[in-house]
């Protein structure tokens, strides 16, 4: 069986859905032929192999409002057949592409988010994602949440959730302590110690966070980069608590394991339905670390179940996050009972293997080709 | 009654591998009446605390990381780099001496290639020195020079199987001074009705799957790639399978370092991806191997005893495995026989292993006979009491 895959962008290029579209790819290349068309950030076209996948990543002339005007996609996707592609959606491009001609029998959406910017995008691509919605044999979303309400998923025919899943297996067992710069930064701040990790970018609710921090005396390592950086380090600045702050970037993924053994509260304070899922909360849960998310109309508050595996207070509020953050601070018993109850429900739920079950199980159900 | 006679055991390393787990067990059966063991290993590790647990009192010797990094085993130009090795470790045989004075041992046992040669002045000195020789190794030259320095030195060489014994003596080791003995596994911790390790849930596989699994050190001379390729096969074949690999690497010798980041690149190659679980170092080995429905040795070079084969059999694992030195002396006599395969024959090994999945019942048969055998020839306590026989013959006291 050939299956399509068309992405956003593939590893290397790191991000969560990035990851999971690997995982998804290489995790059923024993089974199936499976190709990945995604976008290059050069001007060239670019196959390879990776991972027993063909990924092909198609030259990018310019990018703009997150979308990649790619003019060799229309040929990459047409020129086979497949007997099932898999878009993950949103890709606009691709997603209009596909609506014009599916290069295959079935069609699969997994819908990873709706999007939030531009307003107008709903009233123009919107329209064309609903109707490829209503004609796709399945359309996947990661968490119940994604399904309901306002959701472009709600268009529809057929919804299944298939949370996603990561490698718990590096998460679970004891990693090296800190070493090098990270124990320099570590030294530095007192325990117990909060975390933060992923894209600084406007979404994640970071100048809230400072807030927070600067409301409670609490120290917080920020681990990761992006456009933000300088502003906020002017914020840190502003609000006095430079010292009790710490920005780590350009991290390996086994230094981000350390972070999650040396810090004591993880926390996720996006702000915006761009937050989907929040799967870094997975890995602070295999890691045994209590989660303080926010109440997002996302699978986020799904994924960190409020008073199991951590607290769910509400977004865009600094008094409540500072407040949740607060209480988990000054009680290590219930650190400890959610952080062990995050580990389990991470292994449970969110074990690569089980996502790709589920998604095998879906795709062979629709092209009706048995395992 | 006399006062019991102090045995110090002297280990290559302070990490955890079959060797070290074999002369653990062998330091923590002794007859306390009769023999008393000290362990003193070469640099920190948990070989230390895994001692103190099991009442063995051991001491840590510091090496100097060039020492650290030279392996006896596929050394390129091994006379040159051994003298090297030697003159960089003039500060190991100093402090190995000195720690022996402290311990005062009636007999020292030394575990390993580089405590072998570390032993030397023990032996010159006066003390009684037992070599148990656990490897073959792939130079010849450096294995003569080695056989050469034993026979003008030591009581006794202990070889850990029959075709190790008869490897040396063939090297010109004096035949009197060469002892197969076995190693012993504990049949009380590998058994078959313990509890299983819960590898499913770790990596998200459904209950219903069966799982085949190599446990041991990752090295390249133990097959993990021959596995993981016979494994590419069986998986596009049968869809209820996945493939564990269990054991992290130990030795801190050079070129070493990287085989975990190549075995995880070829698997994720070989379109592995979403079939292959690494679980890393385990210490609950026999719990690992009681989750497993299929235990697999692949090891490409003889292995001089296969210890993960008699551990796997104590369990009553069907076990594939490769055909070769001490391996063959394990599972003489058994249905096991069947599951024997060629060492580095990827699709033999596949097939064998497929053998194994198609028939259950049969397989558990042969794994039943596995245990019988393990009981009957390998079991620790005999192998501890034919040691401490050697260790009175050589001390000349009675028994």
């Known amino acids: ?371 | 009654m006399t006062a019991p006679r102090r045995i110090l055991y002297l280990s290559p390393t302070a990490q955890l591998g079959g060797a070290e787990h074999s002369v653990l067990d062998l330091a923590a059966g002794l007859d306390r009446r009769r023999h008393e063991p000290r362990l003193l290993c070469l640099g920190d590790g948990p070989l230390l605390v895994e001692a103190t647990r099991r009442g063995v009192p051991s001491e840590a010797v510091r090496i100097p990381a060039a020492f650290a990094g030279t392996s006896l085993r596929g050394t390129r130009s091994p006379v040159v780099s051994l003298l090297g090795g030697v003159l960089r470790a003039a500060p190991t045989f100093a402090a190995v001496r000195r720690a022996a004075r402290r311990a005062a041992p009636a007999l020292v046992h030394s575990n390993g290639n580089k405590t072998h040669l570390l032993s030397l002045p023990l032996a010159l000195g006066g003390t009684p020195v037992i070599w148990h020789v656990r490897d073959f190794l792939r130079d010849q030259r450096v294995e003569r020079l080695l056989v050469r320095l034993g026979n003008a030195s030591v009581k006794a060489l202990i070889a850990n199987s029959s075709a190790l014994a008869e490897h040396l003596v063939r090297l010109g080791a004096r035949p009197e001074l060469v002892h197969a003995i076995p190693n012993g596994i504990d049949l009380a911790r590998f058994e078959p009705d313990g509890p299983p390790a819960d590898l499913r849930a770790i990596f998200g596989w459904p209950k219903s799957v069966r799982l085949v699994g190599m446990v041991g050190v990752l090295a390249r001379w133990k097959g993990q790639e021959v596995f993981l390729r016979a494994a590419r096969g069986i998986v596009t074949r049968r869809h209820d399978v996945r493939v564990v690999v269990v054991g992290g690497e130990i030795y801190s010798t050079r070129g070493h370092g990287d085989f975990t980041a190549h075995l995880r690149g070829l698997a994720r190659e070989l379109g592995l991806g979403g079939v292959v679980g690494f679980t890393g170092h385990r210490d609950d080995v026999p719990e690992i191997l009681r989750a497993l429905d299929v235990v697999v040795h692949a090891s490409v070079e003889p292995e001089p005893f296969g210890r993960v084969i008699a551990e796997a059999m104590a369990c009553e694992r069907p076990i594939v495995w490769a055909r070769g030195g001490g391996a063959d002396e394990i599972v003489a006599g058994t249905g096991l026989a069947a599951l024997g395969v060629p060492g580095g024959d990827v699709a033999g090994l596949a097939a064998a292993i497929e053998r194994a999945l198609a028939d259950p019942e049969r397989a558990r048969g042969w794994a039943g006979e596995g245990r019988r055998r393990v009981s009957e020839r390998f079991d620790v306590r005999d192998h501890v009491e034919r040691v401490q026989a050697l260790y009175a013959r050589i001390t000349g006291g009675g028994r």
């Open chain 1, 1 to 371: 069986m050939r299956i399509l895959h068309v992405g956003k962008f593939y590893p290397p290029v790191r991000g969560g859905m990035e990851t999971v579209l690997a995982s998804l790819c290489e995790g059923t290349a024993h089974r199936w032929r499976v190709r990945a068309v995604v976008a290059h950030d050069g001007a060239r076209t670019v196959r390879e192999r990776i991972g027993g996948v063909e990924v092909i990543r198609v030259g990018t002339l310019a990018r703009a409002l997150s979308v990649s005007l790619s003019p060799g996609l229309a040929r990459e996707l047409w020129r086979e057949r497949f007997d099932c592609v898999v878009l993950h959606e949103p890709n606009p491009p691709a997603g209009t592409l596909l609506a014009l001609h599916t290069p295959a029998p079935r069609l699969i959406v997994w819908h990873h988010s709706d999007i939030v910017r531009p307003a107008w995008a709903n009233a123009t691509y919107g329209r064309v994602q609903r109707a490829l919605y209503r004609r796709a044999a399945r359309v996947i979303v990661a968490a119940p949440p994604m399904a309901d309400g306002g959701s472009v998923a709600t268009a529809a025919r057929r919804v299944e959730v298939v949370p996603y899943g990561i490698a718990l297996e590096p998460l679970l067992t004891a990693t090296s302590p800190p070493n090098g710069h990270l124990t320099g930064v570590l030294d530095r701040l007192s325990s117990p110690r909060v975390l933060f990790v992923g894209r600084l970018v406007y979404y994640k609710g970071l100048t809230v966070l400072l807030e927070a921090i600067a409301a409670t005396g609490a120290s917080l390592v920020i681990a990761g980069d992006g456009p933000l950086e300088t502003a906020l380090r002017e914020r840190v600045e502003a609000l006095g608590v430079a010292g009790r702050v710490a920005f780590c970037s350009g991290l390996s993924d086994e230094d981000v394991r350390r972070l999650y053994r040396a810090c004591d509260v993880f926390v996720l304070p996006s702000t915006e339905r761009t937050e989907a899922f929040g799967l870094v909360q997975v890995e602070a849960m295999a890691s045994g670390l209590p989660v303080v998310s926010t109440d997002l109309p996302t699978g986020v508050p799904w994924v960190n179940e409020h008073e199991v595996t951590g607290l769910v207070v509400r977004r865009d509020d600094a008094g409540a996050l500072a407040a949740g953050l607060q209480r988990l601070l000054a009680d290590p018993a219930l650190r400890a009972t959610l952080g062990q109850a995050g580990r389990r429900r991470a292994i449970e739920r969110f074990a690569v293997g089980r996502m790709l079950e589920d998604f095998i199980a879906i795709v062979e159900s629709v092209t009706g080709v048995g395992g």
